[in-house]
T-cell receptor
């Protein structure tokens, strides 16, 4: 079935360094790839997303890259700050006429050390 | 932006009782809402897809008689955990999307933590 793998499961960086989280998806028909940030005890918040007709998207310190051939996509956070510490989830879905379900990765716990 | 409200944020109940969790889209209509379950330090597990005006679609392994889903309007879906037991204790999260053409863009509720004693 559909599957999304995410690595690493934990990531610790120094404040100001960059952080990269990688995901691989199995469904070649997937065409929408969002990233969510989840703080402790809260629901996931969408931080950036990318569609399959685009290879890269950037929003301030956050960027996402997509390699459709390899079925890989990655989240890049530059100039990390302590408030970036959270669990990050990647996801993949197909776009259709109705709202389609997301397949989530297993999550990455990012710790930014001051 | 889109806002999804989930209530209650936490609930403690006795074993054998039923608990209802509400999920509301505040500023958009959602023909489809999703319910997830999340265990500590784990990913979100999709339980079911809630469709307005029709029966929910449950994922494999999820008991439909245990987790009753009702989507009576375009802005409200409810999840009822019936005859709750300690193993039902978990973090339950809903999400909703505005439908085509941005059908995939989901907004999540803040989650409801259920503790069954």
């Amino acid at each position: 079935g559909e599957n999304v793998e995410q690595h690493p499961s934990t990531l610790s960086v120094q404040e100001g360094d960059s952080a990269v989280i990688k995901c691989t998806y199995s469904d070649s028909a997937s065409n929408y790839f969002p990233w969510y940030k989840q703080e402790l005890g809260k629901g996931p918040q969408l931080i950036i997303d990318i569609r399959s007709n685009v290879g890269e998207k950037k929003d301030q310190r956050i960027a996402v890259t997509l390699n459709k051939t390899a079925k890989h996509f990655s989240l890049h956070i530059t100039e990390t700050q302590p408030e970036d510490s959270a669990v990050y989830f990647c996801a993949a879905s197909r776009q259709g006429g109705a709202t389609n379900k997301l397949i989530f990765g297993t999550g990455t716990l990012l710790a930014v050390q001051p | 932006g889109a806002v999804v409200s989930q209530h209650p944020s936490w609930v403690i109940c006795k074993s054998g009782t039923s608990v209802k969790i509400e999920c509301r889209s505040l500023d958009f209509q959602a023909t489809t809402m999703f319910w997830y379950r999340q265990f500590p330090k784990q990913s979100l597990m999709l339980m079911a897809t809630s469709n307005e005006g029709s029966k929910a679609t449950y994922e494999q392994g999820v008991e439909k008689d245990k987790f009753l889903i009702n989507h009576a309007s375009l802005t409200l879906s409810t999840l009822t955990v019936t005859s709750a037991h300690p193993e039902d204790s978990s973090f339950y999260i809903c999400s909703a999307g505005p439908g085509a053409p941005r059908a995939n863009v989901l907004t999540f509720g803040a989650g409801s933590r259920l503790t069954v004693l």
